[in-house]
């Protein structure tokens, strides 16, 4: 299966605590974003690149959020000081231009 | 796995009975629009699309009608499946390339 893969799958880490996400897009796509879901709700865009330039930055994304895509692949999201309201699903979606947007299966972050 | 939207509408068919799910999307200026079908403690899995010229579009038991004037997409889903239980969301696109969801939709299939 050549998907979408995200890592780690779940991630449970003490408040204050640093975390880093991977995603390894679909191969040839060449955009890749990240989102975030919470319980009951549906993905909310935090940020997308196309190649190795990101594009755009939700007002969601807080300067304790980076995002990375350094040589135009996989890309990784570090969450800095991690407080109890960044628990949710971090869900990673690749897509060509112009093309649906394909989905992993999100790493988890819950906060203690 | 853990549950996706606990407090979503719900909707609850009979196994081979024809589905109906329905959504409003908020900016008429948005040109693309994806359903897509999130199961327990998974990402969110393209089902079908549309683009803004277009009023329908069929896939294999599914499919997709928008109505522009009143800003409104609906999925069918033919002969339900248990399978296709799940959540689903519709999802806009306008300029900015970044999917807008809707309240999702929990769809229940008994036998």
């Known amino acids: 299966d050549t998907g979408v893969s995200q890592n780690p799958r779940h991630k449970i880490t003490k408040r204050g605590q640093n975390v880093t996400f991977r995603c390894d897009p679909i191969?040839?796509?060449?955009?890749l974003y990240w989102y975030r879901q919470t319980l009951g709700q549906g993905p909310e865009f935090l940020t997308y690149?196309?190649?190795?330039?990101?594009?755009?930055k939700s007002r969601l994304l807080s300067d304790r959020f980076s995002a990375e895509r350094p040589k135009g692949s996989f890309s990784t999201l570090e969450i800095q000081r991690t407080e109890q309201g960044d628990s949710a699903m971090y869900l990673c979606a690749s897509s060509f231009e112009g093309q649906p947007q394909h989905f992993g299966d999100g790493t988890r972050l819950s906060i203690l | 796995g853990e549950s996706v939207g606990l407090h979503l509408p719900t909707l609850s068919v009979q196994e081979g009975d024809n589905s109906i799910i329905n959504c409003a999307y908020s900016?008429?200026?948005?040109?693309?629009f994806i359903w897509y079908k999130q199961e327990s403690g998974k990402g969110p899995q393209f089902i079908i699309d549309i683009r803004s010229n277009m009023d329908k579009r069929q896939g294999q038991r599914v499919t997709v009608l928008l109505n522009k004037t009143v800003k409104h997409l609906s999925l069918q889903i033919a002969a339900t499946q248990p399978g296709d239980s799940a959540v689903y969301f519709c999802a806009e696109i306008n300029n900015t390339d970044k999917l807008i969801f809707g309240t999702g939709t929990r769809l229940q299939v008994f036998p």
């Open positions: 690149f196309q190649n190795e330039a990101q594009l755009e």
């Open positions: 900016n008429s200026a948005s040109d693309y």
């Open positions: 191969s040839e796509h060449n955009r």
